[in-house]
């Protein structure tokens, strides 16, 4: 896996557009959590990595791009099939529950997939201009009960991202070359204009990886993929003032491996062979929005959604001759419709501001798990989650500094079993409560204080209740109760004039009861574990017209039981302390920037007692590893190469041979990048 430091405040969005300007302004403006704030603003642990982060990163996955992030981290392998992701300590390998307790959402779109053995989200990074991560379940408000670890929300390019001025076309062309695997990619992007009140944007990308090798120069077996991938969008405004607005989108991604390794999320499992696998992802949005400027109480946002993520396999080998139907010719699937209707309110009461977000939410999740022989998958059961939500969340600003953040979630499912399952007919139903309070409070124009509480419940989910050999139609909702204390401090012209600073620092703590277990597959998912998760995260950023920097740092801890009669352990779910550094310097003149970025990783002695990780010892401590990347891009903004974009990077430039806890593979070895890209 490719470890980077990603800055939290969108440091590096600062390097090419406000060159010149007289402050450089760090905060981004946060989407995700209802009213639009900035970073340090939010009373919630939020990071964002934005288009310029994204491309300095070069990544192959997202979780590439997130991974070193505070409280967050990709791992299972280095496969394009293979990512999953830990939160706080929420996702764990081979453990699927857990990816039910994060959320996922596309240009608004809940996405969703969890199949035995293969990862959790199939995307290509380079459509995206924006990701955030909300950390903690105070999110459930807004996205769903079950955002025990958080949320990661991603925002597709669009066309106003690369027309300049009165431009009405923009053509942009990328190449990018990986030395380790001899992997690339290509991207073509589209960007029009007619009328200006209507934009076009389309992509059309093509990855591609062989096997990388690690620092001892040994191949991971499988990593190699092709990878095609497209989206196109559209945007229309019309009315007095714009008011009215409507959007689509549809993004496609694909690929096929022939002989590919069975188990994506560990390799060298000598029980799994081969497979012949096709996966297709889509996902299709279409959004109507009316907000008239001279109406506080009308800010009114309509979406419809539609996500399908379908795993198609056949030819398996089974050469342990284990008796499943996991080695059938099958289809696996997740297509989930979603309508949501949303308003936000602005009101005033003397000199205190009221900002109301609310709204509801219905959705239809069908799952698919078909042998062609038998029919019925007992550990993929198919079946249909019906959920209908109601939400809202005020956000009350006094004029003496002190913003109150309360929120009320309100979630009813339905979960039914399809008509090959041989185990289960009747049908399961449950509702959630999720309330939360939060708080800001102003010290002085540069220092925040803030906090919050949070109760959510996660709904027991098909597989949970279905599952042919350990479904239980009477589980309870989780229950997760969370709080969290921090400060955050913003501030310009520190060193120099229009420079900048932004620090923000979280405690948290996080109670689950309840929580759906198993002891074993041929075992009932029952409601008998607990875990008790705290944590500290630290994120700064430093941003100046030649020299810029950020530093994360991640210490958490967690402890639990699988079972009421178990006595409670350390988690071994919990990713390893770590600091992640950026440091560099530009060249305004010349628009060359370059830099170092870090990744100290310490031990981590809470590892299972047994593990199929490569270099890990069963029992030992995980052995913590530093490891260092360059990086230098130039963006030349007159004469004939203007327009033109050249970025190349060194990562692992020590080649270093290491192996990130919770992840089975050794890393890549040092791997070259370089990409050129041009808009015209």
Do not use: C, H
């Not at 209707?341 to 078909?370: H, K, P």
């Amino acid at each position: 896996m490719l470890l980077r430091s990603t800055s939290l405040f969108a440091l590096l969005t600062v390097a090419g557009p406000l060159l010149g300007q007289e402050a450089f302004v760090l905060d981004p403006v946060i989407v995700s959590s209802g009213l639009d704030q900035v970073a340090s603003e939010t009373p919630q642990s939020v990071s964002v990595v934005e288009q310029d982060d994204l491309d300095r990163e070069q990544p192959t996955t997202i979780g590439d791009a997130l991974t070193d992030l505070p409280g967050v981290k990709a791992f299972g392998t280095d496969l394009v099939l293979g990512e999953r992701f830990n939160i706080r300590g929420f996702g764990q390998e081979l453990d699927g529950g857990d990816e039910t307790r994060l959320s996922f959402t596309v240009d608004g779109a809940y996405k969703f997939y969890l199949q035995y053995r293969l990862g959790a989200l199939f995307t290509e990074p380079e459509l995206y201009k924006r990701v955030e991560v909300l950390r903690g379940p105070a999110s459930s408000t807004l996205y769903g009960s079950g955002a025990l670890g958080g949320v990661i929300t991603l925002e597709t390019k669009d066309a106003s991202d690369f027309l300049v001025g009165d431009d009405r076309f923009a053509l942009r062309q990328k190449l990018e070359f990986t030395s380790n695997g001899e992997g690339g990619l290509t991207s073509t992007i589209l960007a029009a204009r007619p009328t200006d009140s209507l934009e076009l944007p389309g992509a059309s990308t093509y990855r591609f990886n062989d096997d990388p090798e690690d620092a001892d120069g040994i191949e991971s077996p499988g990593p190699a993929f092709d990878a095609p991938s497209g989206l196109v969008k559209a945007r229309l405004t019309f009315g007095q003032d714009d008011a009215f607005a409507v959007s689509g989108s549809y993004q496609l991604w694909t690929t096929s491996e022939d002989n590919a390794q069975y188990e994506q999320t560990t390799l060298n499992n000598p029980a799994f062979g081969e497979v012949d696998r096709t996966v297709t992802d889509q996902t299709a949005t279409l959004e109507f929005e009316y907000a008239p400027p001279d109406s506080p109480l009308v800010d009114l946002q309509v979406l419809l959604s539609y996500s399908d993520t379908r795993v198609e396999q056949e030819n398996a080998t089974n050469p342990s001759n284990i008796p499943s139907t996991l080695f059938e010719n099958s289809e696996y699937a997740y297509e989930t419709f979603q309508a949501r209707i949303e308003n936000r309110s602005s009101l005033a009461f003397g000199a205190t501001d009221v900002f109301l977000t609310y709204g509801l939410q219905a959705s239809r999740q069908n799952r698919v798990g078909e042998a062609a022989d038998t029919g019925f998958i007992s550990f993929q059961a198919g079946g249909t989650d019906t959920k209908i939500a109601g939400y809202v969340q005020a956000e009350v600003v006094f004029p003496f500094g002190l913003t109150l953040i309360p929120g009320l979630r309100y979630e009813y499912s339905e979960l039914k079993p399809d008509g090959l399952n041989t185990s289960f007919t009747e049908s399961a139903t449950n509702t959630a409560l999720s309330p939360k309070l939060a708080a800001l409070y102003e010290v002085t124009e540069d220092i925040n204080v803030f906090g919050s509480v949070s109760y959510t419940e996660r709904l027991p989910v098909l597989d949970e209740v279905f599952d042919g050999v350990s479904g239980n139609l009477n589980l309870d909702p989780e229950q997760a109760f969370n709080w969290e204390v921090g400060a955050s401090y913003s501030t310009n012209s520190i060193f120099s004039e229009g420079d900048a600073l932004v620090a923000k620092a979280t405690y948290f703590r996080n109670e689950v009861d309840n929580l759906i277990e198993r002891d074993g597959t041929s075992n009932p998912f029952l409601n008998v574990a607990e875990a008790s998760i705290q944590g500290f995260e630290l994120e700064a950023a430093y941003d100046s017209e030649f020299v810029f920097g950020s530093l994360a740092y991640t210490l958490i801890r967690g402890e639990g039981r699988d079972n009421a009669t178990d006595p409670i352990t350390d988690l071994t779910s919990i990713p390893a302390d770590e600091i992640s550094f950026t440091v560099g310097g530009r060249v305004p003149d010349y628009n060359l920037e370059a830099g170092l970025r870090g990744v100290l990783a310490f031990e981590q002695e809470n590892v299972p007692d047994v593990f199929n990780g490569v270099g890990f010892d069963p029992g030992e401590p995980a052995p913590g590893y530093g490891v260092f990347d360059v990086f230098a891009s130039w963006k030349p903004d007159e004469g004939v190469l203007a327009g033109t974009e050249v970025r190349f990077s060194v990562e692992n430039v020590l080649d270093k041979q290491y192996q990130v806890y919770l992840t089975d593979n050794n890393a890549r070895g040092r791997t070259f990048r370089v990409s050129l890209a041009r808009t015209f």
